[in-house]
């Protein structure tokens, strides 16, 4: 088997748990036993965290596969797998490690499966460095279905830093194949949408006072467009923990959404959460592209795997975009192209387009 092995270096590019989530997916749908080295080198705290690990054994599981390595601070891993079964299976990072990552390393597995999937989350729902809950069901999801396939994505309760207990419960089917995507016009926005929440321990007036700083940020730049952000106080019973945040979201006449999100902190003005939301989703509006820079990277994977030329455009492709394209490539045999578009000297376009390896589900 140890020839076959895929050899990856996961210290390289963006360096982080992204490259273990995109190869260890690739090599459950492919079949392909992938050896990941040098797990998160440049990190403060080097190798599998809980949230790593929770996501590697859920795809060991899901493909009763063989897992090497796999414990906390490991720097090595290797993952040979074996037939994509679906059924329930139970992810739980035990602490605020976001469930939206697990979901990413586990749904491209599931897609390919044998029988449908039901997926148990627990964690983080609305965490740093990862995307909310949120954005997955009202970006991500929309966008994602594109490619042919739906999943029912519900939120049970969520869970904050730095204790998590959130759970999201994620049920799809298996495709045959998925389709490309073809999401290249931009078109005018529409209108603009979102949900400022608070939980736990924090008063309604903090959502409030998120929401109406988005609004005026946002008023600044789009005067003529209802802007319809709520100001929502989690059910204690929905809810672990006390936590804050705000999604906005743009909808454009071709279907495209792009977004801007923050997370409250304690200390941090309620006010300039909502300005941070709002910021970045008119830095993302003002790219022209059809994709915000944090869906980008998550369509990489799908564009791969599909039959056929897959095209998205976006802002400048970041360095989570570029190191999904280079493992994609390298395990799939995919080919992308990114090109600059010039039909605005005011505007970094860039397309994205990409030959996917037609990959048929053999189990089904």
Known sequence: MDRDCVEIDGGIMEGGGQILRVATALGCVLGQPVRVRQIRAGRSQPGLRPQHLSGLETVRDLCEGKLEGGEIGSTEITLTPGKIKGGTHLADTKTA??????????????????????????????????????????????IVEKFNFTFNCDIK?????????????????????????????????????????????????????????????????????????????????????????????????????????????????????????????????????????????????????????????????????QTAIHFAEKITGSKFTLEKLDNDPHKETYLIECQGMGMTNPNL
């Open 97 to 142: 490690g976001s469930v939206c990552l697990l979901m990413q390393v586990a749904m491209p597995c599931a897609l390919f499966a044998a029988s449908p999937t039901e997926l148990i989350l627990k964690g983080g729902t609305n965490a740093e460095m990862a995307p909310q809950i949120d954005y997955t069901v009202m970006v991500f999801k929309p």
């Open 157 to 321: 309760k969520r869970g904050y830093y730095p204790k998590g207990g959130g759970e999201v419960i994620v049920q799809m089917s298996p495709v045959k194949e998925l389709s490309p995507i073809n999401l290249t016009e931009r078109g005018a926005v529409t209108k603009i949408y979102g949900r400022a929440f608070v939980a736990g321990a924090l008063p309604i007036k903090v959502a409030k006072d998120m929401s109406a700083a988005a609004v005026r940020s946002i008023r600044k730049e789009i005067r003529d467009l209802y802007i319809n952000i709520q100001p929502v106080r989690e059910p204690d019973d929905q809810a672990c923990g006390t936590g804050s945040g705000i999604i906005i979201v743009a909808e454009t006449s071709t279907g495209c959404l792009l977004a801007g999100s923050s997370l409250g902190k304690r200390g941090k003005n309620p006010d300039k959460v909502g300005i941070e939301a709002a910021e970045i989703l008119l830095k993302n509006l003002k790219h022209g592209g059809t994709v915000d820079d944090c869906l980008q990277d998550q369509l990489i994977i799908f564009m791969a795997l599909a039959k056929g030329v897959s095209r998205v455009t976006s802002g400048p492709v970041t360095l989570h975009t």
